[in-house]
């Protein structure tokens, strides 16, 4: 799942609006916006900071949508080698 998706779908199910996200991570209603539209990407210190007011895990909300795993690639790849 997208980063925006996950901001919008924890915010929401925290029932927290634009205003009170960004009041708890000590930035701008906007900047808030933007990067919960996609439009921004927050510094670490920012992303922490959003991932306290959501109370959950920095890792949770910015670091695990669609990163693939590596050794699964490899995996994959060398089946379909063995397979020719």
């Not at 927290?16 to 906007?30: F, G, K, P, Q």
């Not at 996609?38 to 669609?66: C, E, H, W, Y």
Request: glycine share 2%.
């Amino acid at each position: 799942m997208a980063v925006n998706m996950q901001l919008s779908q924890r915010r929401q199910k925290l029932s927290l609006t634009h205003d009170e996200v960004a009041s708890l991570a000590n930035i701008s209603r906007a900047y808030y916006t933007n990067i919960e539209a996609g439009r921004k990407t927050p510094s670490m210190r920012v992303a922490k900071r959003i991932a306290d007011a959501l109370k959950t895990d920095v890792n949770q909300i910015f670091f695990a949508s669609n990163v693939p795993n590596r050794n699964e690639e490899d995996r994959a790849i060398n089946r379909t080698h063995v397979a020719l």
